[in-house]
């Protein structure tokens, strides 16, 4: 992950399966930014992180943070960076 579009609108998804398996219903958590979309994540408890999934996109791209995904980009210099500045 390489250039990461921390101020791109982004949404949070719980995932779940639907029984009779192999479905997925997303269910909307949040709407904001990508970087805000991480600090609230970090700011679950593991439980509440469980199934959690962001969606960003812009008009070239679009991506999707699973919970280890959105976990590595919590742990980077650059997110911590942003989060320090006054």
Not at 19 to 45: C, I, K, N, P, W
Request: aromatic share 8%; no cysteine; net charge negative.
């Amino acid at each position: 992950m390489a250039n990461i579009p921390w101020d791109n609108q982004a949404s949070l998804y719980r995932v779940s399966e639907v029984r009779g398996g192999g479905v997925h219903q997303d269910e909307l958590v949040a709407r904001g930014t990508l970087y805000e979309l991480v600090g609230q994540f970090v700011e679950m408890s593991p439980q509440q992180q469980r199934g959690l999934l962001i969606r960003s996109a812009d008009p070239n791209r679009s991506w999707d943070f699973d919970e280890d995904t959105i976990r590595e980009l919590a742990a980077r210099s650059d997110f911590a960076g942003i989060r320090d500045q006054p």
